[in-house]
T-cell receptor, first 115, second 109 residues
Framework: GAGVSQSPRYKVTKRGQDVALRCDPISGHVSLYWYRQALGQGPEFLTY????????KSGLPNDRFSAERPEGSISTLTIQRTEQRDSAMYRCASSLEVGANEKLFFGSGTQLSVL | GQNIDQPTEMTATEGAIVQINCTYQTSGFNGLFWYQQHAGEAPTFLSY????GLEEKGRFSSFLSRSKGYSYLLLKELQMKDSASYLCAVKNQGGKLIFGQGTELSVKP
């Protein structure tokens, strides 16, 4: 696709439900990052992948959060047993190569609201 | 661990020059990025520095001093459309990219 695509754009769920957020990176992009961003704050690192391998998941807040990228393209961030504090904008970003200077292209994000 | 500090907000006048500072501490350094984020939009790439010195790109320049753990973004000939949040981000040797809290820049006429 032309850009990084995230779905759904908005997700409202009840506390205790599981949610799955999808990211479709730019075609051919090797690296994929997940961030969470609160209003007025910078993006908070969650996890990232090179190809299908999860390289670093140190930013996942707890074991309710998980991510996968089984075929090295589309990625899913899953939050189990959601809590109100999980409400935030979840952003995905991808880069063409694995390299220090590779810039990230961000998607429009999924705005998650947990009631 | 990693820590990035930048001012929360700044105000400047249209046509002026503004410098946004960023200091960082990181376990292994593999480059520093600046991103721009307009309200309600996704961040977009502005610049990348990995060696000491100044990188100039049009009205925007970015400087890095690795020994001081310091960078700045310089915006010249400010325009109203430059009102946005400016995010400093550092990549460590493992490839993890960490962002600062962002500096909200307001450009006044």
């Amino acid at each position: 696709g032309a850009g990084v695509s995230q779905s759904p754009r908005y997700k409202v769920t009840k506390r205790g439900q599981d949610v799955a957020l999808r990211c479709d990176p730019i075609s051919g992009h090797v690296s994929l990052y997940w961030y969470r961003q609160a209003l007025g704050q910078g993006p908070e690192f969650l996890t990232y992948f090179n190809y299908e391998a999860q390289q670093d998941k140190s930013g996942l807040p707890n074991d309710r959060f998980s991510a996968e990228r089984p075929e090295g393209s589309i990625s899913t961030l899953t939050i189990q047993r959601t809590e109100q504090r999980d409400s935030a904008m979840y952003r995905c970003a991808s880069s063409l190569e694995v390299g220090a200077n590779e810039k990230l292209f961000f998607g429009s994000g999924t705005q998650l609201s947990v009631l | 661990g990693q820590n990035i500090d930048q001012p929360t907000e700044m105000t400047a006048t249209e046509g002026a020059i503004v410098q946004i500072n960023c200091t960082y501490q990181t376990s292994g350094f593999n480059g520093l990025f600046w991103y721009q984020q307009h309200a309600g939009e996704a961040p977009t790439f502005l610049s990348y520095n990995v060696l000491d010195g100044l990188e100039e790109k049009g009205r925007f320049s970015s400087f890095l001093s690795r020994s001081k753990g310091y960078s700045y973004l310089l915006l010249k000939e400010l325009q109203m459309k430059d009102s946005a949040s400016y995010l400093c981000a550092v990549k460590n040797q493992g490839g993890k990219l960490i962002f600062g809290q962002g500096t909200e820049l307001s450009v006044k006429p």
